[in-house]
Structure formats: structure tokens, C-alpha cells
């Protein structure tokens, strides 16, 4: 129970820490993610989000909720358009949650549920920000020039960080962590 605790509080500490280090990440290598016509957005926060609901166990962390706060936090501080990550996130985190069950949980499939995902992500982001005129590039030009690097840079994220998040929700989670891959 203990163990369950530590968690709990670690969950969060973790989605603040991911989302300022995106926004660090993206600041500070700008020059090289954003080198036109090619735009690579780090989605940290998106991972650690994907990879709670994989390794969260019997815990039953409230991860639409944090989904809903953090993509509200992000919209304030990142966009300035407000309310489209606080839908959008939650949206996807019961989307994720709902199809984990109808598979085992490896690395390879929680990469390729990462992946879809993102996917999913990012282009809701792109239908919402057209619709809003907020953005004016071509279907073709935003798969070409933002989808696919976004989806490589995070990608590599995925693969580096994978084992060390799961080692860490397995440390926190103690003897209860049911074992995956």
C-alpha cells in the first residue's frame, strides 16, 4: 500500500517534470526541431502519460484527470489557445486505456500504441487548429514536414526512455508490479 502511495505522488511530479521539459527541450534546440520547412515537437509529457497507463498496475492512477490538467496548463502556458490539449488528452488516455486490454503489454506493442497514438495526437491538434484558422498548411505539407519528424524524434524518446520509466514504476510499485515483456 505504501508502495502505492509513493506512486501517486510520483505520477504527477513526473507529468510537471515532462512538461517543462518539453517546453526546455524545444527552446533550447529550437534552431535545429523548428529548421524550416521541417518542425519536430518533443512530446514528453505524452510519453510519460502513455507509459503511466501501461505500467500503473493495480494502482489506478486518475490519468484523464492529470491529462486534463496538464493539457490545460499547456494550453495556458504553450499555445494560448485554450481547451484543445484539455480535451484532447483526456480523449486519448481513455482511447489508449480501452484498447491495452485486447493485447499483452510488450515493448514492441506499447511503441506501436505510442506510435498510433501520437499519431492520433498530433493530427486532432492540426484538425482543430484548421478549423480555428489558427494554422494554414496543406494536409500533405503537415504529414510531410511536421507528422513524420515529430514522430522520429519521439520515437527515439520512446526507445531511450522506455526501460528507465518502466524500472521506475516498478521500483515504486514494489512487489505488486505485475511483470511486463
Known sequence: MLQSAKLKYIFPIGFFLALFLDGSINLIFSGSLFAYPYSMVSNLTFLWMILAIFFEGETKLPIATWAAGIGLVFDWYYTGVFGVNMFILPVIVIIVQWIKVFYKPTFLSILLTFFF????????????????????????????????????????FFVILYLPVKSLFRHTRGANFRSID
Open 117 to 156: 497514438a501520437l499519431i492520433l495526437y498530433e493530427s486532432a491538434f492540426y484538425i482543430v487548429f484548421e478549423m480555428v484558422h489558427y494554422t494554414s498548411i496543406t494536409s500533405s505539407a503537415f504529414i510531410a514536414y511536421n507528422l513524420a519528424p515529430t514522430l522520429a524524434l519521439n520515437l527515439c
